[in-house]
């Protein structure tokens, strides 16, 4: 049985899930997430500039299902291309019953205002800034992940604000992170009225695995890669338990890590979660991400939801 929930004051049903940032790029991607039983269709990450995103092998997936890595490496191509894309994206995801969030990541605080700006004139309900992506590598050498600098984290909201005012609505997607910094940047982002969610957690930076050879499973970085997974579902729950005691009630959480059934799921909603994203089952190149989405959660409503 479904209940209702609020998230960034829209009225939603529980359980509320929807794909997580990285796996939808493309109008099409947009019509199958919508299709599906999820309650949002989640786009991006998209950058300012077109990327071609890392070169070799970017996603694994052991042989057990208990882990992936990725390092795609933000490939989209730039907010140019999207501008007169993205309203008929929301469009579809509209008149389907869902939220449509874009996820936008930008390399200056600047640069994040001048996204959330393009993405709030194509129709996106909400913009999810992405402040916790390890897997940008140039020259040699890893951008630093946002959301590990509250400093940066106040910039680009303040840049935000005095571009768009605090009435927009705002998700920040951030990196797993120790209770100290995650303390220091729950205080900075509480004073921002656009700040409406939380989405944590972003993968586990610089992980790595050797195939039986002894070379790396991802060629970027040496192999370091984001962690993600089954395996990462204890990680997750405890980052997002750590941000819903560290928030005030008018911040949402949005538990993403690890959720591949129901009972994952209702990992999540344990620790205090208001909704959920999912990431690792919608990297999918036989186009099952929907049928997935949908299936978890049917299964949580059968067998874990109570009214």
Request: aromatic fraction near 10%; proline fraction near 6%; glycine fraction near 10%.
């Amino acid at each position: 049985m479904t209940t209702e929930t609020t998230i960034a004051g829209f009225v939603l049903s529980h359980p509320f899930v929807m794909n997580a940032g990285g796996t939808c790029k493309t109008a099409d991607d947009v019509k199958s997430i919508a299709a599906s039983d999820a309650d949002a269709v989640v786009i991006g990450s998209i950058t300012a500039d077109p990327r071609d995103g890392n070169e070799g092998n970017v996603f694994y997936a052991d042989d057990d299902d208990i882990f992936s890595l990725n390092s795609i490496g933000l490939k989209n191509p730039g907010m140019q291309w999207y501008r007169p894309h993205l309203p008929e994206m929301a469009r579809i995801a509209h008149d389907a019953g869902k939220l449509f969030i874009v996820n936008v990541a930008g390399f200056t605080p600047q640069e994040y205002a001048e996204l959330t700006q393009a993405a709030l004139e194509g129709g996106a309900d909400m913009v999810e800034q992405n402040w916790g992506c390890p897997n940008v590598w140039y020259r040699g050498a890893q951008k630093p992940i946002t959301s590990y600098d509250p400093e940066l984290v106040m910039e680009t909201l303040t840049r935000t604000e005095e571009r768009l005012g605090d009435a927009i609505q705002i998700a920040g997607k951030v990196s797993p992170m120790e209770p100290f910094l995650l303390g220091r940047l729950a205080v900075a982002v509480t004073g921002f009225s656009s700040v409406k969610a939380i989405t944590a957690v972003n993968t586990f930076p610089n992980a790595l695995s050797y195939d039986a050879d002894g070379n790396p499973c991802i060629t970027p970085g040496g192999g370091l890669a984001g962690f993600a997974g089954p395996g990462y579902l204890p990680i997750a729950v405890g980052q997002v338990r750590q941000w819903r005691n560290a928030l005030p009630a008018r911040i949402a959480v949005i538990g993403v890590g690890g959720i591949d059934d129901g009972a994952s799921m209702r990992q999540h909603f344990f620790a205090g979660a208001t909704a959920v994203q999912i990431g690792t089952v919608c990297y999918d190149p036989e186009g099952t991400a929907s049928w997935m989405l949908t299936q978890i959660k049917k299964e949580y409503i059968q067998f874990f939801s109570v009214a």
